[in-house]
Structures are given as structure tokens and as C-alpha cells.
């Protein structure tokens, strides 16, 4: 194997042209309404964030964290949405937002519709501003295979 470190230096010093373009992630909302007609009154974000995360906490993450890994998946298929929608990539944000509300006894007999969309927040002087790229349109939640 000729220049066997020519090979192994890419991944040892990371590129700066990794990505093609640094911008926001888009963020999943959802709601469940009654209709299909009705437009959901609050709009939640789906799997946000823990505002505190401890160091044993951080620790552990590192050797086994699948919910992160599958959210960073739900983040690639919110980022093909607004970039070039595919059937495919709704249907697995579906999946996994009614798969969470089914495991969740408080939402796992609520109503029946489920809406998503997909926002980019920025900063916008002092406050943060909203903006909706992307709204599916509902689906019955019965109708969603989940996993």
C-alpha cells in the first residue's frame, strides 16, 4: 500500500470544506388536532434539546446515545425536505413522531390527526424570529406504520 499516512491524515485533521454550507438546522414541530381541517392551536418541537446536560450524562452520551443518533437522521431528512421534497423523508419524520406519541401515555389516546412542519429560528435583533419552510399535510396517526 503506497503512502499509507496520505491516506489516514483526511481523517485525522478534519477538512474545513466538510460542509457545503453552514446555516441553520430546521426544527420538527407537530400537532394533533381533531380534523384534518383543523390547524393545530400550539405547534410543539419535536425532541428538543435538554437545556442542562451533566458531565456523567455527557459521558455516557458519548458510548450510547441511539435517541441523538436518531434525531440527527430526523434532522437529514428535514434538511432533503426543504432542499428537495421526497415522500420518503415525510414519511420517516412521521413514523418517528407518532412513534414517540404512542410510547408516551400521555399522548398515546390523544386526537387523531398529526401535522408536522419544519422552522428555522434565528436571531432577529434582540428576540428570535420563525420562519415555516415546510408543512406536511395530516395524516391519521392510525394510518402511520410505525417501526
Known sequence: MPRPLTLLLPALIPSWNFFDVIAPSPRVQYGLTATAETEPKAWLEF??????VSLLQMAQRLLWNPERN?????TSCAE????Q???HSEDEIFKRIAAD???????????PWLWFR???ISR???GLSQEVLFEALPRRRSDIAIR
Open 124 to 126: 432577529d435583533g434582540d
Open 70 to 74: 436518531e434525531s440527527l437522521f430526523l
Open 85 to 87: 421534497p421526497t415522500r
Open 118 to 120: 419544519l422552522v428555522f
Open 80 to 83: 432533503r425536505l426543504v432542499q
Open 47 to 52: 425532541r428538543p434539546r435538554p437545556e442542562r
Open 101 to 111: 406519541l404512542a410510547a408516551d401515555p400521555d399522548t398515546a389516546e390523544g386526537p
